[in-house]
């Protein structure tokens, strides 16, 4: 059950990969995301030419640079889901050719030399090699030949097989070149059209599509977004389906697991009492700890308020380092107090009361002076307490070679708490 | 140890594909068409400038010098390469860097520690640009030239071997196009804040300015209109150098004079006369020339001025002539003659003649810095030229015909791509370097062009591997024992 729970975290580089949106798009400019807008034209009418009627068609903009598609002269869609097509790199299928040609060329070496029945006939490789040896390698002239080769148990017999299996010969039309008259000259207008700096894309806005380098503003396009899909990832120990591929980065169960509620203590109030201002009242909160591990936290005076909020009372901490103990899914099923440890010795002065992983703790606050009331009291500090992470699951996708307690991080929280409002009197 | 097995337990995903160059890094996957990601090779705190970890100019920030401040700044980077952008996470994974012939073993030894220890990948390996894009246009034989930021290096290959002797680099690429951009702005350029006086540009601009006033505006210009450039600027420097002589001798026509007056008073007229006939001679001299210097012929038509916007209140008065002067630090041959062009052609003489006629018609260009307009048809243009007129190329290289490749990428992205076709091949384990091998040999990288990697079976790599690298020429004599 432990286990089953604590399989749900994951370093976060497992949990994702890259995808690309088929309906969502990147503006070619600035990278942000198009939205799509509608808009009404007037056509004439099929029926009646006489006629007009007004018809919604809808193109992609870009709300931050102003970009549209219309700019560049794409035709807008008669439907808001109408796909959208990105323009195909025209050498795709040439570097395709060259993949199968070089893993053919690979395979038949490796095939021929598991056979080795003829040494004369040699391919593309091995010419290589002698050549290498008659112009730039170490002076060891002829051992290939004395010592033909020898190759392991395991290759000769996946090269035999590959030749029984016959794969198909492939073959490569040699890439083209060109000579003085073939290769691009520079245009005549270079030397007399004016730069228009904006009108030339930038080579981060080349580089943002690395196989077309747009280098004219106005033969932009735009790009697929690429997104975050979680993959499936399986526990190491267990073999549990940790996560289930999905492609919905926006799915709650996938955001709940990354909100600080999972992390961060949470502060609330305990009980409310009268509060006056002008004297000293205690304040009874309550912490809760939502992580696997038992936390220390101490407490400190928050000392850079920031302008928006202001506390408007000073605030006496507890000096000594309050434990709350971790989150145990099996304690909430138990009505006795603590699961199985010790009894803890708390000071009562300070310590209200100690459930499971929750904890309950006075605070004193003076109120200003200055206070009317019915004025709402803020007070504010800081506490500081350990965060495992991820540290917790690496532990538990590595296994048993990480054996030792992973380190924790310490992290402060600055909280505001609006304590109530001062008492009439 | 069958590495073929151990390819199966690193992992089924492809291998990850990185070519960290220094301004540019393209990142991605084995067997894909085109990188997922091309990003500046650089670190940023948040709201900080952009600080580039490879660059050895003025931008970087470790000069290769201190390894623990390049240790921390490549983790830092790689960190963004796996867990943002190729959202992988790197551990048992195998790794393909491509590498310049000049990069420093400081560094990919740097890189490798950091993947090793620090990401967990589970084997390795560099490969050099130059052979990796010979995959891209399926040639044996052919002659590499990489323009890349700081320099160019031409290699030939012949039959998927470098010919490293012959080899040509020299410190010919963008950086230096960039300087020369600076130079010009610093002389003729002027900055405009608002409406106020335009005033000279006194400090350096930002390397971005610089970069994107080049891409946007520079190209390689003609060769003829490049001659008229060049015999402009011959001209201007020998009036420049001809005042300096002027003033020298009005220096010393002074001296000569307190001197003569003071042997006046003794009656030394003798000398007091040959003086007054040597300084009327210098004179005339002087005269005669400057009323003789020839017009300075400039390219027609001239290119017109620019203005460029450094942000919402600043603009950037640069001269039209930048845009072709600029780059043409790469073809105007340095005191000792050296341009891309003539490293082609040195490289050429330094092959076995047999070999030669193939080389010339197997060109193939790459380096994000040959991408500027213009770049490979003066290439081809002074290939021809020089091989045809000059004196020492014109025995030997005559009959050769140039051709240059066109690869499916674009010229920056090649090396890249071979990377990708090279690594999806089977043979490709058998180049890894492990964790292993890496913890049990001190650290140290086994030298592409050199080092065998013993472990493997030695036959099969050696003949399966595209003998690209001349590693697998030693294999034979560790077989042997
Ligand atoms: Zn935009
Ligand atoms: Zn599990």
Redo the contacts with the bound molecule.
Sequence with gaps: MQ??Y??CFAPVSGYLCICRSSTSWQCPACSHTLSTRASNSIIPSAEDPSKSISKKTYYQACNFCRWTTRGIGMPDKDVVSAAWSEKNNPEQLRIRQLMDYYRYLAQKETAEQAQRKSSKKRGYFSTAMQLQQRYGGPRTPQSSKKHPAVSTPLSSSLAALRLKGSFKEVTLEPAQTCGIDEVEKLPDEIYTKKVDFTQIASIQQRLYQPSRQIEQVEDFWPRKSTMFVKRSLR??????N?IKPEYNSSSIKFKIQLVAVHHIPEVRIHKEGPIIAGSKNKISLSLINPTEHDIHISFLPNTEENNTKKSNATTELPSSEIVVLKYDEAAEYISTPTSGKPEMFDDPSLIIYRRANKIGFYLQCVPNADLAPGDDVWITFRFRHEHYGNASVVK?LKGDDAASEPAPTWLTQTVFVNIGKVADK | MSYKKLGMVFGGGNPIVLDIGETYTKLGFAGEPEPRAVIPTAIQKVGGPLTYILKSDRSCISQHLHCATLKQSISKFLEKVFFKILQINPKHQRVLLCESLLNPTKIREVIAEVLFHQFEVAALVFAPHHLLACFTVAMGTGLVVDCAYNETIVLPVIEGTPILWAWQSAPLGSSGIQDEIMKEISEKGKIQVRDEAAKSVTSRLSERVLEDIKVKACFVTQYERAKLIHDGKLAEWRKVCRKRVGSYFFIFSNFCNHAINYFYNTNLIMLRLLYVMMSARFTQKNVGDSTSEQEITKPSPALSDMIYPIDGVTRLMIPGSVREEAAEVLFEQDNDGTSISTMVLDSLLQCPVVSRKELAQNLLVIGGTSLLPGFRHRLLFELKEFAESEEKYRSKLSQCEFRVHNPPVPANLVSWLGASIFASLESFQHRLVTKEYFNQHNRKLPDWCGLPFPDKTPEASSHTTPASFKGGSHLGSSKNK
């Design positions: 286990i089953a604590q399989c526990c190491k120990k267990c073999d549990h940790i538990l």
